[in-house]
């Protein structure tokens, strides 16, 4: 199970790696960004897919809501993208490697913080764990810190790294082959995320 130690070392290495790569003169676009989203969304719905119905509904409403508040100027850095409990290995509790970069390119230093938060601050319920929050946070703090601008915009960071998880994993779903050998993960799960930060708009370290 996820230990707030575990958290402590994602935030420090999230803030180490954007630390160097903030100055990179690569630059790669992000191919999942906010219009992306509303693709993939339109074509779920195109599915006409009756079981999903509920969750188009709430779809469509916070894919406007994030495009008239999704942030223009925070700083960016190149980002991993894609920090899930499957991509961070732990040797005695300390990451040992980082895989899978496939969806690195540059985007807001925040917005990888949402992401990972996201994917390592709830529990299998889908509860917010606050410690494993605060220490994901103390350990990015160690060695970076947000502006003003940075914090004012997290819940809004916080519904887009869950919408973007939760459209590709309803996608992934609804247009899943019947001969895949890959299970698709469960929409649900980003759904009850979404829907904790809709509800707790301020969270307080």
Known sequence: SVLPTHCKEVGS?????TNITKSSIIKREN?????TWENIFIKCKESENKFYQNYFRILEKELSFLNDN???NLPKAIIHGDLFKDNIFFINDKISGVIDFYFSCEDFIAYELALAINAWCFNDKKEFQSKNYSSLMSGFNEYSSLNNEEFKSLNILFRGAAVRILVTRLHDIIYHPKDALVIPKDPEEYLKILEWHQNNTKIKL
């Open 31 to 35: 191919s999942l960004n906010i219009k």
């Open 70 to 72: 999704w942030p223009k």
């Open 13 to 17: 290495m999230i803030a180490k790696f």
